[in-house]
């Protein structure tokens, strides 16, 4: 049995294959995913599992480069998940020294038809939605 952070067989895949600059996205419930693009779906009742469990889980595991989210965090998602979400990504250190890349909803759409995978999470809150930007230990 794999002693790690990612127990699930297909989002632990997932991230073994980012190369630099792929993307990754974790997703809310509703957020659409398009054709083509991978999905993996944790979601299994609303609310769980929580964008942010699952966010800390993807964290651990993978090298992120930078972070882009939808213009409509700060004014649609509660302060709880919201506040989390840029704390959290303001930690990681090469996305604190170029900054979180802040789009419209519209924009960061059209972005996620060109990520590896979406992680469809079962959050129900507004805009919870990330695209982590791999990049490289060394």
Known sequence: MKR?????????????????GDALVVAD?????PAGVERIDLAYAPGRPP??????????????ERATIATEVDAR??????????????ALPKVKAHGIEVVPHGELKRLVRG???VVRTGEFTPYANVILWSGVVF
């Open 4 to 20: 790690g952070a990612i127990l699930h067989p297909e989002l632990s895949r997932i991230i073994a294959l980012l190369g630099h």
């Open 29 to 33: 419930a509703g957020l659409p995913i």
């Open 51 to 64: 964008f942010l469990d699952v966010l800390e889980a993807v964290l651990a595991e993978m090298e992120v």
């Open 77 to 90: 998602t509660p302060a709880p998940v919201r506040d989390a979400l840029r704390a959290r990504l303001a």
């Open 115 to 117: 990520a590896r995978a």
